[in-house]
């Protein structure tokens, strides 16, 4: 009888934790300095929860099971639909804007790939009540801030993002009807996974006009769309500007503004390509890559203005993105971006017992470092002093503490100096 | 359409995220502190593991599922089947003692009650292949170690201890049947949770026999075993001593004296009722209570050395413990010592529009300072200058940077001190 983990998990033996440890760490740490808080939601929620965000397809994707009080349930593939459920039950008690972080594990019954796992961890960055282009922007700075706080630059990942708002509103101009848009922007996400041919045959299907097609194609070689007047922009696409196209322009303009203030606008830069597969985005979207592509996105995110209200809420918008940390983590060993000290442990004493019979007062010099919020550890059994030592180095310990009758001698393992100290003054004040 | 969290769940708002942190945050300091490794498992495994540790009546206790490989899964419970699982998919690899912790999220499908949930968080502390008493001494500091740190003190709680190897053998010599000991262990643990007729009760029917009923009796008001000789302990049951008794007072006396050398034998004292109701323990065993024990344990464990055996791996012993967060949480609030500060969110600086014009300024501030490391916050929206003050004061600000034209004003809110440094310097190095 073996038993293993389920294809798809990862166990997280000490090695693998520290290293998962490092870049939630780092998410936390870096969410907290942008002014962001942080929350949680249950690990399982009424099935009818996601059905209601993705619609009914989404329990294709899920571990779902039913409760012994026939309650239909499933473990949470992503968090923004309970963030939507807990903003919402207290929309009126929140002081906005609401910045909020979370760092859930999550599980998708999915096929195992490279990058993609059946269980991960997936850092969230939301900001609530909030319309203004700034938020979107701040979002991004928020997820170059953590990149770079793991070791990244701007020459390894980068930023890519366009106005769903602007692209859907150039799509109707150009005489896609509201019924096909989604599915012509269905048809843009795909533009970079696949072959030129398959995609010029994917957009002849969904835009069977040839006139409305080479509109588009104009519309998506448009390197920056903000240095222009709105006039000037619609007319490289060949329709005529109106007040949709200026305002989501304006917000692009603001938003792209903002990343320049923000210090990040080298990691950052406009791309029509970018739409984001998920349905509810409405505004400013963006996907992190790494500059090769040779990995599946980094992070992802964007403007959703009707998420609350279908959910039962008020029609309050939000922006924010998700980061996981299967292909954050591949790309991080990939690059030799891993502190070699994630290796091993480490501790600040190992107690090392000096002669026979001396194993209690050893147990309490352990006793008084750790109460002094020292991290200190020991041999259970008495043992040679060498074999005690040898210990004391594959522990990772900065020094030894090794006790004697009465004496204790303090051993910084790496330089070598050593220092006597009397037992019982070294027991009342160890440092 | 209104969502809901599942009954038995909790949804971690900022407030009750802070708390949760501040718990959990102090598990993980005192483990690492105390020389243990963290390590996590996946959420879900197969069923068969949980039913292998704990038998098939388990499931009922458990969220299950079948996924569309067919898999029969289950979201775990309790952490330890995955400990012994990946210590024995390892076990020559892994170097001896291990001593790994973990704080994993676990799931029972149970009814709600006051300090039990259907979702909760329990800390697991575990000590692989040392024999040694010491080793479950330590795992007792270790708890210790933790409530003090979250400010408890000896007159808040206590720790019962026993050895299962003992009372085994008191109960084998006195009369019952290997087979009925489990029986007889399961009626001792209801002895503090019944009134006293109900448990005599349930021992005579236990025990038919009525001499070894008084035998037992009088082993249970045994206040400290270790003090005297085997011969006297037998001798107050009423029976011989023989070498499992020798060698199951001497376990228990170098656990004890363990105690006293950490220095938190005032903590703790021996109580012949704690038997621990899971039948997987094999040594000492204790349970971790209030002092009014009006609440359920805090913390419970002990020595289990047929687990890894029984999940397919070599005959290696271990120790540990399992510490919740529910009934702790209430403890602590119970008792006052949830620091105020955990009440509100806190930031470095909040970044103000000292006059109308100089947003752009204000982000470049903010992003400087974040990426100094330090947390900074700013409005998005052009705002007078006391609205964006009585903001920095609610999120908690320690001092407001105020950006005018060329300079910044840096005030510190709660003395009122302020300085002036020009823009362009605080840019280049704003601390």
Chains 1, 2 share one sequence.
């Not at 998990?9 to 942080?38: C, H, K, Q």
């Not at 706080?149 to 366009?162: D, F, I, M, P």
């Not at 993105?321 to 501790?347: C, H, Q, S, T, Y």
């Amino acid at each position: 009888m073996s038993f293993q983990a389920v294809k798809g998990t990862r166990d997280f033996y000490p090695d693998a934790m520290r290293l998962r440890n490092w870049i939630t760490d780092a998410w936390r740490r870096v969410s907290l300095r942008n002014g962001f808080e942080e929350y949680d939601s249950p690990i399982f929620e009424y099935l009818d929860l996601f059905a209601a965000k993705s619609g009914p397809e989404i329990a294709e994707q899920l571990f779902s099971f039913t409760d012994r009080g026939g309650r239909n349930l499933a473990i949470r593939p992503e968090i923004t639909p309970a963030l939507a459920r807990m903003v919402n039950a207290r929309i009126n008690a929140l002081p906005r804007p609401i910045k909020w972080f979370s760092v859930p594990r999550l599980c998708r019954a999915e096929n195992p790939q490279k990058g993609r796992l059946r269980e991960f961890f997936q850092w969230n960055i939301d900001i609530i009540g909030e319309d203004s282009p700034l938020a979107d922007a701040e979002c991004v700075f928020v997820a170059i801030d953590a990149l770079r706080e793991l070791g990244l630059t701007a020459g390894e990942v980068a930023v890519r993002y366009s106005s769903r708002a602007l692209t859907s509103r150039v799509l109707a101009a150009v005489g896609v009807t509201a019924a096909d848009v989604p599915a012509v922007l269905a048809v843009l996400d795909k533009r970079a996974k696949v072959p030129e041919e398959a995609f010029a045959e994917m957009l002849a299907k969904a835009v069977p006009d040839g006139q409305a097609r080479q509109a588009i194609l104009r519309f998506l070689q448009i390197d920056n769309p903000t240095g222009i007047s709105a006039d000037q922009l619609a007319g490289l696409v060949g329709i005529q500007a109106d007040p949709e196209i200026v305002a989501a322009q304006r917000d692009l303009e603001r938003f792209a503004r903002g990343l320049e203030d923000f210090g990040v606008a080298d990691w950052c830069r406009y791309d029509a390509n970018v739409v984001r597969g998920l349905a509810y985005y409405t505004g400013i979207v963006y996907e992190v890559f790494d500059r090769d592509q040779s990995l599946r996105a980094v992070a992802g995110g964007g403007r959703y203005d009707n998420l609350l209200e279908v959910l039962g809420g008020p029609k309050v918008g939000g922006t924010g993105f998700g980061m996981g940390d299967v292909v954050l983590g591949i790309l991080l060993e990939e690059r030799g971006k891993l502190p070699a000290d994630l290796r091993n442990p480490r501790l600040d004493f190992f107690v090392v017992e000096g002669s026979q019979g001396q194993l209690d007062k050893v147990l309490k010099v352990v006793g008084v470092l750790r109460r002094a919020g020292l991290s200190a550890d020991f041999s259970y059994k008495s043992q040679p002093l060498g074999k005690q030592l040898k210990e004391a180095n594959r522990r990772g310990a900065a020094s030894a503490v090794i006790v004697k009758q009465d004496v204790v001698t303090v051993k910084n393992l790496s330089s070598g100096d050593q220092q006597d100290r009397p037992l019982a003054e070294f027991l009342d004040k160890p440092m």
